[in-house]
């Protein structure tokens, strides 16, 4: 319909890059002082982990074959 303005969009360009840059820059400031919990969802799937390396470690000492050198 109309022209575009080079002002208005420079401008609101602008306004849009600061409010980003302000809310990274709250984020920044949050994180420090209050660091995000892990969830529990990952918490699970570490002790998950770390429970399948420690058992499939036990399973190597006792000697038994792993089934993907098959």
């Known amino acids: ?3 575009h303005n080079d002002y208005v969009l420079t401008e609101t360009q602008r306004l849009q890059r600061a409010e ?3 809310a990274a820059a709250n984020d920044r400031l ?3 002082f209050l660091p995000r919990r892990v969830s529990l ?4 799937l570490c002790c998950a982990g770390r429970l399948m390396v420690r058992l499939g470690r036990q399973l190597e000492r006792r000697g038994n074959p792993s089934p993907a050198a098959a």
């Open 1 to 3: 319909m109309f022209p």
């Open 20 to 22: 980003m840059m302000q």
């Open 30 to 32: 949050a994180n420090a």
């Open 41 to 44: 969802v990952d918490r699970g």
